[in-house]
């Protein structure tokens, strides 16, 4: 229930109405006082839910504007704000590097397909995937100017304190498993266990 009402305020809402009016309809067919004072009550209610969703901010609304916010860093291209974020100094490296590699004038998160919370985890760890599309110029190639790209990243997070941080992350083709952008996703997967 804390959930629905601090996420989706307008679910809440519907509820607590249909439960108010239906008591006020009750109400105006029976007479009886208490269920006018139930109706009212529930109807009173719908308001105090939007205020509690609009103060409360969940884990999944947290990562959601951290990855606005890196996105707009991403665009700005200011790679120094787009990896503050990223929890393993050697994951840190190879994504400057490869931020390096790009000039952005687009990057964009078009759909986050979903955010995972696993709550029995310690510290809290989160599975994010969404759909970006970036248009980059290559800095090393530049043979690749001004190219509109959509591509599949996927997070993993993990809560330290009052802040999310990746501690690890893939980017795909939309469909499909990796290609020769996805150098991270191709390293981690044949790189030897320790």
Do not use: C
């Not at 964009?108 to 809290?124: A, E, G, H, Q």
């Not at 989160?126 to 190639?141: F, H, L, S, Y």
């Not at 001004?146 to 992350?169: A, C, F, H, S």
Request: charged share 25%.
């Amino acid at each position: 229930m804390y959930r629905l009402i601090a996420e989706e305020p307008l679910i809440a809402s519907l509820m607590l109405g249909a439960m108010g009016f239906g008591l006020l309809y009750g109400w105006l067919r029976s007479g009886n006082k208490p269920t006018a004072i139930a109706g009212l009550v529930f109807v009173a209610l719908i308001p105090l839910a939007w205020f509690i969703a609009d103060r409360i901010e969940t884990d999944r609304e947290q990562i959601e504007r951290l990855i606005y916010k890196l996105a707009e860093a991403v665009e700005r291209n200011d790679h120094n704000t787009a990896v503050s974020v990223i929890a393993d100094p050697e994951l840190e490296s190879l994504a400057r590097r490869e931020l390096q590699n790009w000039n952005f004038t687009l990057a964009k998160v078009t759909k986050i397909n979903k955010i995972r919370v696993i709550s029995d985890t310690y510290p809290l760890q989160a599975d994010v995937e969404m759909i970006v599309k970036v248009r980059v110029d290559g800095r090393v190639d530049r043979a690749i100017q001004n190219v509109q790209i959509p591509r599949k990243l996927l997070l993993t997070m993990e809560n330290d304190g009052d802040d999310w941080l990746i501690t690890e992350y893939q980017h795909l083709p939309i469909i499909g498993g990796p290609d020769q952008f996805s150098k991270f996703g191709a390293e981690r997967s044949t790189a030897p266990s320790n």
